[in-house]
């Protein structure tokens, strides 16, 4: 696998965004291409489906806002694949794309917490740039953006792959919740941001090789009110903090650090929550081996109704399907194969790429079929058995 640090480039210093003055905006080009608008927080919100008119013009001028960018930011990156997409078929080449914007946020992230570490500075407007990053590869290749476990890419460190993942799924959730721009920001950079209490903790807690006893527990607790109040001073909006400092409540009060309940529980905690949850399991640890997608839904279905806010928890399953994308399947026909595609409206039925047909043979991987019916899914599986099953199929990802 290739490091993350060998494919560094800034993706929007690479990307074909320009300057473009209020005054020469119009409607032709707001539709046509994507319109990005830096605000007073450093944070810059597309803007590509808003429609143009006055009304959208005098706020602007009044929010003293005279310069847009447009452009497409992971234009650069989508380029750079298709130059080397010989010999690939559509599913990696669909991998290669979404793991090279990955590899750009992923080490974008280890800047700067490394920075925060050395320095205790915290720079929204270059977490804004990460986000938007983010939402960009959702918005054009969401099919393949949240296939981490896919990517042909080592993800060294748990507190940086935990950000970037847990904050790209939240963004899932808060885009099928309809949240404006400026909403889905906060919770990104809620997001983003929920573990840094972690960071102030005595090392040896954070010591991955063991497991920690209930005394420790207690004080790696204490990590989202030193979260909560080390972003105190920057003054941001009430969501963001309450995400940061109650995404460990749970729905029964069972939770921390005040074993709130309910809706006691703020909109970006519940979200967080889930998210933070689900990342956790699906990540290999070294004290604990990583669960399948399936196995983790599951898990978190299973506390649906003492842990989990179930509204949150049902949109990450109709995003993910009950078969999260990349999942590797047994059919009731005997086939194998991955879970490549899912409709949010039906999560129930994904479609699969059939790898392994049902007289055992590896297929060219052109084939799909739509499971429900006849076809069902007999066993999903194991993290071992799914690089078999890509390695006989002869699959680069």
């Given at each position: 696998m290739e490091s993350i640090r060998e494919q560094r480039t800034s993706l929007w210093q690479t990307s074909q965004?320009?300057?473009?003055?209020?005054?020469?905006?119009?409607?032709?080009?707001?539709?046509?291409?994507?319109?990005w608008i830096e605000d007073n927080y450093g944070y810059i919100v597309n803007a590509a489906n808003a429609p143009w008119n006055q009304n959208l013009e005098?706020?602007?001028?009044k929010w003293r806002i005279d310069t847009l960018y447009i452009g497409d930011p992971?234009?650069?990156?989508?380029?750079?694949?298709?130059k080397e997409k010989d010999g690939l078929s559509d599913e990696e080449e669909g991998l290669l794309r979404a793991s090279s914007v990955y590899a750009h946020i992923y080490q974008a992230t280890v800047d700067f917490y490394e920075r925060y570490k050395g320095k205790r500075v915290?720079?929204?407007?270059e977490i804004g740039t990460i986000i938007r990053d983010m939402i960009d590869i959702i918005d054009h290749d969401r099919r393949f953006a949240l296939r981490f476990n896919d990517f042909d890419l080592v993800r060294e460190d748990y507190f940086i792959a935990h950000a970037v993942e847990t904050t790209m799924l939240s963004l899932v959730v808060g885009k099928s919740l309809r949240l404006v721009p400026h909403r889905l920001m906060y919770l990104g950079i809620?997001?983003?941001?929920?573990?840094?209490?972690?960071?102030?903790?005595p090392e040896d807690l954070m010591d991955e090789n063991r497991i920690l006893n209930d005394k420790e527990k207690d004080i790696l607790s204490k990590h989202t009110i030193l979260g909560y109040n080390i972003l105190k001073p920057l003054g941001l909006d009430r969501e963001i903090m309450l995400g940061v400092l109650q995404h460990h409540e749970r729905r029964d009060g069972t939770g921390y650090t005040e074993g709130l309940?309910?809706?006691?529980?703020?909109?970006?905690?519940?979200?967080?929550?889930?998210?933070?949850?689900?990342?956790a399991q699906i990540f290999e640890r070294n004290f604990k081996r990583a669960k399948s997608g399936h196995s983790s839904l599951v898990d978190l279905l299973n506390n649906l109704n003492s842990k989990y806010d179930p509204s949150i928890l049902k949109i990450l399953v109709q995003e993910l399907s009950i078969f999260p994308l990349g999942s590797g399947v047994e059919l009731s026909d005997g086939s194998l194969g991955i879970i490549m595609d899912v409709d949010p409206t039906d999560p129930r039925h994904p479609t699969a790429q059939i790898l392994v047909d049902t007289l055992g043979n590896a297929t060219d991987g052109t084939d799909s079929i739509r499971i429900g019916g006849?076809?069902?899914?007999?066993?999903?599986?194991?993290?071992?058995?799914l690089q078999e099953l890509k390695s006989k199929a002869g699959l680069r990802f």
């Open positions: 965004l320009r300057a473009m003055e209020l005054r020469n905006i119009n409607g032709e080009t707001l539709t046509n291409l994507g319109v005098r706020l602007l001028h992971v234009a650069s990156i989508f380029e750079d694949v298709s915290i720079d929204l407007s809620s997001s983003f941001l929920h573990e840094i209490g972690l960071l102030h903790m309940s309910g809706d006691e529980i703020s909109l970006f905690a519940k979200i967080i929550g889930v998210t933070c949850s689900y990342h006849y076809i069902t899914v007999k066993s999903v599986l194991s993290t071992q058995e």
